[in-house]
């Protein structure tokens, strides 16, 4: 769970980012009109939008239904008794969104744990970009705070975030505290590692250029440090919340009552695994639309890079 | 706004002016007593093969870098880092990406505060300066190398700058864009008498552009002449008198570059 692949992913963008000609930008060609634009129009013969949309859901969708399929026949052969098949995952998933099937403690329940869950993860998400962000722009651009900090953070970052986890029920008790400082000392690594790459991968001539202009200390760092930091921000932000979901399922399991952690816990004490399959497809689902929404703010706020858009 | 006491003022001064690198346990000293007056509203080109000092000591005019030794004024005032009267137009732009053509070019008036009408004015004006109205809401990756740097030119204009240093702007250049910018740029300096300090290593640029010609030479980097060009404008770079011009400066580079290899030769033998 180290965040090592977060650096590896930036500078593979960045590299990337270097072979991306303005050639390649299809806005411009829309509004091109001087003789020098004419470089900026896109590449021609383009396929309609709508058809490669199409094409592109079933191309994704081909895959997991591919693997369902294999699934329930892996199951039918083998005859297992202690893995359901697909239809029976789904039964159990419609019983704990709408309940009427088996009518137990988790008929209906869905709500009650997917938002404590989504509170303890965006809760501890938010905490870590709060305090990760501007840590990460100080270490990035002020030496005498990198020279300070950077020592321990590296000796912090090795340090598997579930072996904090007895502390944190020392620290924090038994309860959904314990699991939100897991998810943040989860996201907080990516996010500030990224956060200083980021930083130290803008040309520096940017920040001559603004002092030149006339800004400095903090509105440097709000008007141009920010920004030019963004790419590598975003790409700490999805790695973060990645690693956000994995983490509330091992800070749900310390006892806490509700949560989509402790529904797999229950499942698992209960030999109930159509359950414990039901919570990770949930998990699946919010952490993947979490990512797309992560994204849509990334292609927004990145909109002049087209090579950084998710 | 400029009031009689700057006027009276000498403009930009640099006494004696050394800037030595550390590079690993090595020293190595890129400029050497170096002494310079520039005068409000000169054209001056700062001309040499790589490794002159040319850079350098445009950075330190900027107030990027601080000098080693020496002194250097703007105004009678000492230089001692960067502001905003003295404009830097970078080879390779330096636009703020992640701003539009238009945000670009009111950074600086953004920064002092000005009221938001004001800064409007000023932008639209620089944007017509430059002839980029059409792509005020583009982004800097979505321009040609010659319409990034006329955002970078309207950038320091638009600050007011009262000096404009610029490195090599027109280098990564093509042949078309690089002379229909020289044209710009001598219009811009004739409508707004901004003082320029250009460097090159084109003799032909610098004869087309400049009042003076400093030429300057490497190891360590140091002035070796600074000749006035008296040829009027607006000039043509096939005249006889243009030709002239740059043979004699093309020799006066050159001369040293033999110089100097006789020199190494005599010291290897």
Same mark, same amino acid.
């Given at each position: ?9 930036? $500078? ?28 900026? $129009?896109?590449?021609?013969?383009? /396929? ?12 994704? &969708? ?39 099937? *088996? ?144 983490? !509330? ?59 950084? *858009?998710? | ?37 520039? @005068? ?71 920064? /002092?505060?000005?009221?938001? /009408? ?33 955002? $970078?030119? $309207? ?19 093509? &042949? ?46 140091? !002035?070796?002449? @600074? ?11 096939? &005249? ?15 001369? *040293? ?8 030769? /005599?010291?290897? &033998?």
């Amino acid at each position: 769970m180290s965040a090592i692949p977060a650096e590896l992913n930036s $500078a593979a963008r960045l590299t990337g980012a270097a072979d991306v000609t303005p050639a390649a930008d299809p806005p411009a060609s829309s509004t091109a009109t001087s003789t020098e634009s004419v470089l900026l $129009a896109g590449a021609g013969g383009r /396929k309609p939008w709508l058809p490669e949309r199409v094409q592109a859901v079933l191309l994704a &969708a081909a895959f997991p239904i591919a693997l369902v399929v294999l699934w329930h026949y892996l199951v039918v052969v083998t005859g297992t008794k202690l893995v359901p098949t697909p239809y029976q995952v789904g039964v159990m998933m419609w019983d704990f969104s709408f309940g009427g099937i *088996h009518d137990d403690a988790f008929s209906g329940s869905i709500l009650t744990h997917l938002l404590a869950s989504m509170q303890r993860v965006y809760g501890g998400f938010a905490l870590a970009i709060v305090i990760g962000i501007p840590l990460g722009l100080m270490i990035g651009k002020v030496r005498v705070i990198r020279q300070m900090l950077d020592p321990t953070l590296s000796l912090l970052r090795p340090i598997p975030v579930t072996a904090w986890l007895p502390l944190s029920m020392i620290f924090f008790g038994l309860g959904p505290r314990s699991a939100v400082f897991l998810v943040f000392l989860g996201a907080f690594y990516p996010i500030v590692l990224n956060t200083i790459f980021g930083v130290r991968s803008v040309d520096p001539r940017l920040f001559e250029a603004a002092s030149m202009l006339g800004c400095d200390g903090s509105r440097m760092f709000r008007q141009v440090v920010l920004p030019a930091a963004m790419p590598g921000i975003f790409n700490g932000l999805r790695l973060a919340h990645g690693f956000a979901w994995i983490l !509330i399922v091992v800070g749900e399991m310390t006892g806490v009552p509700t949560g989509l952690g402790s529904v797999i816990m229950d499942g698992r004490t209960l030999s109930r695994t159509d359950l414990v399959i039901t919570g990770m497809i949930i998990i699946g689902i919010a952490g993947f639309l979490t990512d797309r929404i992560i994204v849509g703010i990334n292609n927004r706020i990145l909109r002049w890079s087209p090579q950084h *858009h998710g | 706004m400029v009031n009689d006491d700057k006027a009276r003022r000498r403009f930009l001064e640099i006494q004696e002016v050394t800037k030595t690198f550390q590079i690993g346990a090595d020293q190595v000293q890129a400029l050497r007593a170096v002494n310079l007056n520039i @005068d409000k509203g000169e054209f001056v080109c700062l001309i040499g093969a790589s490794g002159c000092g040319k850079s350098t000591l445009l950075r330190i005019i900027a107030g990027f870098e601080k000098p080693s030794s020496g002194r250097i004024s703007l105004y009678e005032n000492a230089i001692t880092g960067p502001g905003s009267d003295r404009g830097m137009v970078f080879q390779d732009y330096a636009l703020f990406p992640w701003m539009t053509v238009r945000e670009n070019i009111s950074f600086g008036p953004r920064q /002092k505060g000005l009221a938001r /009408k004001y800064i409007d004015e000023i932008t639209a004006e620089y944007l017509n300066m430059v002839g980029l109205e059409k792509f005020a809401d583009r982004y800097p990756l979505q321009l040609s190398g010659g319409m990034k740097q006329r955002v $970078a030119i $309207a950038r320091v204009l638009a600050n007011e700058c009262e000096l404009l240093l610029m490195d090599e702007p027109f280098g990564a250049l093509d &042949a078309l864009t690089r002379e229909s910018l020289q044209q710009e740029l001598l219009e811009i300096w004739a409508r707004t008498r901004v003082t320029v300090i250009f460097v090159t290593h084109s003799v032909e640029e610098a004869v087309l552009l400049s009042d003076r010609v400093v030429v300057m030479t490497a190891g360590p980097g140091r !002035i070796e002449a @600074d000749v006035p060009i008296a040829l009027a404008r607006p000039r043509e770079v096939s &005249a006889i008198d243009f030709n002239q011009v740059r043979r004699d400066i093309t020799q006066r580079l050159t001369s *040293h570059v033999r110089h100097g290899s006789v020199r190494d030769l /005599k010291a290897v &033998a």
